[in-house]
């Protein structure tokens, strides 16, 4: 079916309408990042600053602690992507494979996991890691986050086992390989996609976190992840808004990055198991 | 490694050895269910079910900032007594129900809007699709960076759009000023929430088998009546689950909250979930805190069970 042109118009024109709106803030971004502080303090707004500070960002990398945050927030990112993978790729195949007594009540259990208030878990979590030390470190985030990664991955990983014919592992089996190493060496393969996706979905889990970091680290300087440190940078009492905006520029691009190259991917993730 | 079957019609009876840990057997494959398993519930009980238990033991306890392994303070009620009889309480329930309503209104409308119109067939789809969905990628701190400057009270972007409209002579205080505040608040939580929306309806969209619309077109059903009788109920139980998963987010929300209001001014953003946050680390009421935790948790699961219901298996 051909559309008339009034109507292709009228589609082209509310997509790149909506669009404007809806991406107009991460421009804003950018364009409060290269601004003087001069025009930033003027009405009416310049929509895109005369003459674009590039160097803003290169001074917000070597006077602000970006690029320790940015290593902080990795460490603990990849650190808890890590420990949820190994824990949930194994429960999720388990929960897929294999009628496990009290499999459901695990999976019940994980379902209210999901419900659980981050601000709830945080008191006895801040209480334990204080009577063991561990306050400060980067540990406490790599478990705190865990707390919410695993009930999540351990779902999504199951739904994707799902989608895998039992048959590979038969035959598999059939052709001398033990159950663990038909999981091992034929599913765990098979499921790269699945996994890749589910691993990404972790690890932006854990850099969007802020309250575990704010609770646990707080003290810490050093070991600040780039959320806590952003966050205390606007409550400075006098907020530069550009050099705050760089800074924002940095702790996003990872982000943005892993979605626009990976999005089917994400996607994928983030609605595996919720259809049906 | 070889596998050995029993039964095995060619063996005599004595070559079929069965041996204890043969993981193989069918019979056995459970016990590997089990060792799978094992790590999981291991994670679970140390870094949830226990950390659990201890909030629901403080939200008993009169205490002030607990420490592992010192003696147990008396049970007591009274953190709870004290929680339903604050003002303070009933006021943030009302301000949670205010904003979990908001912004899931917010979301959905915009949410399934933007999957409708990218779900037609043009040029640049997938790079709309893309470009839709990006502030989900935008971290929480980040975003509430962007809007706090957008509602700036000296020089931002909202206060002068809102003059040039004629909405107002003068600029708006928006983050501290108690109405202006929760909107601002619900904008921007709108704007982070809305592409998951549109994720997953867009997901739901395209899980609709074309033939039914072939099928509507055959009878005559006009582009109105497709959407009304075809794309709608298609469309439900994707939507009742998503709007349950948004429901739960903003309910449970503490980033983004935290970081532009604060709960403030006056507490007209503060949730439960905040509330929660500042009795424990700014008032360091850790069983008073605890028991608006737990009371938090029960509403989410019973909230989300009554919404879901039967359907609470698609949310796995």
């Known amino acids: ?276 | 490694m070889s596998v050995r079957i029993d039964g095995d019609p060619g063996g005599a009876g004595s070559t079929t050895r069965i041996r204890l840990f043969d993981l193989a057997r069918p019979s056995r494959q459970h016990i590997l269910g089990y060792i799978l398993l094992a790590p999981a519930v291991l994670m679970v009980i140390l870094i949830i079910a226990y950390p659990l238990f201890i909030s629901f033991d403080l939200s008993l306890q009169d205490v002030k900032l607990p420490r592992i392994g010192e003696t147990r303070k008396p049970f007591t009620f009274k953190n709870y007594q004290k929680l339903f009889n604050s003002s303070e309480f009933w006021m943030t329930c009302w301000v949670t129900v205010k904003l979990v309503s908001a912004v899931t209104a917010g979301s959905v409308i915009i949410g399934v809007s933007t999957a409708l119109l990218v779900n037609h067939r043009f040029r640049g789809r997938t790079v709309a699709r893309i470009a839709m969905a990006l502030p989900w990628a935008v971290p929480e701190v980040i975003a509430v960076v962007i809007f706090a400057w957008i509602f700036d009270s000296s020089f931002g972007l909202m206060s002068w759009l809102f003059i040039k409209l004629g909405l107002t002579d003068q600029m708006i205080a928006w983050v501290s000023t108690p109405g202006p505040a929760f909107w601002a608040l619900t904008v921007t939580m709108v704007w982070k929430g809305f592409p998951f929306v549109s994720i997953m309806t867009l997901a739901g969209l395209q899980s609709i088998p074309p033939d039914y619309y072939a099928a509507a077109r055959v009878d005559g059903a006009n582009a109105l009546q497709r959407f009304r009788w075809i794309t709608i109920p298609c469309l439900m139980p994707v939507l009742g689950v998503t709007l349950v998963l948004v429901m739960l987010w903003v309910f449970r929300d503490f980033s983004i909250i935290k970081v532009l209001t604060e709960g403030g001014p006056l507490k007209t953003t503060q949730t439960l979930s905040i509330m929660t946050y500042d009795q424990a680390f700014g008032f360091f009421k850790f069983g008073y805190a605890s028991a608006v935790g737990i009371v938090t948790l029960v509403i989410c699961v019973l909230a989300s069970l009554a919404m879901i219901g039967r359907q609470s298996r698609a949310m796995y």
């Not at chain 1, 909506?18 to 364009?31: E, Q, R, T």
């Open chain 1, 1 to 276: 079916m051909r559309r008339s042109p009034l109507k292709s118009a009228l589609l082209y024109g509310s997509v790149i309408g909506s669009l404007a709106v809806i991406l107009f803030p991460v421009y804003w971004l950018f364009v409060t990042a290269l601004s003087t502080t001069f025009e930033l303090s003027g009405l009416p707004p310049s929509f895109w600053p005369e003459n674009p500070q590039w160097w803003i960002f290169g001074k917000v990398w070597s006077e602000r602690p970006i690029p320790r945050w940015l290593t902080n927030s990795a460490i603990a990112a990849i650190g808890s992507v890590v420990l949820s993978m190994f824990v949930s790729v194994l429960a999720g195949y388990a929960l897929s494979r294999f009628r496990v007594r009290g499999g459901h009540s695990l999976g019940l259990f994980i379902l209210t996991a999901k419900m659980l208030p981050a601000t709830l878990l945080v008191i006895p979590l801040f209480a334990l890691f204080s009577r063991l030390g561990m306050l400060g470190s980067l540990w406490t985030l790599i478990f705190a986050h865990s707390t919410l990664i695993i009930p999540f991955t351990t779902w999504m990983l199951k739904g994707y086992f799902d989608t895998i014919p039992r048959e590979l592992e038969q035959a598999a089996m059939v052709d001398g390989c033990s159950p663990l190493g038909a999981m091992l060496r034929v599913i765990l393969p098979v499921s790269a996609p699945g996994l890749a996706a589910t691993a990404l979905y972790a690890f932006v889990l854990s850099w969007a976190d802020y309250a575990y970091a704010r609770t646990f680290l707080v003290n810490a300087q050093s070991n600040w992840t780039a959320n806590l440190g952003i966050a205390t940078m606007r409550g400075e009492y006098t907020t530069d808004w550009n050099e705050i905006s760089a800074a924002a520029v940095f702790v996003a691009i990872p982000i943005i990055l892993i979605y626009l190259f990976l999005e089917r991917y994400l996607v994928g993730g983030l609605t595996a198991g919720s259809e049906k």
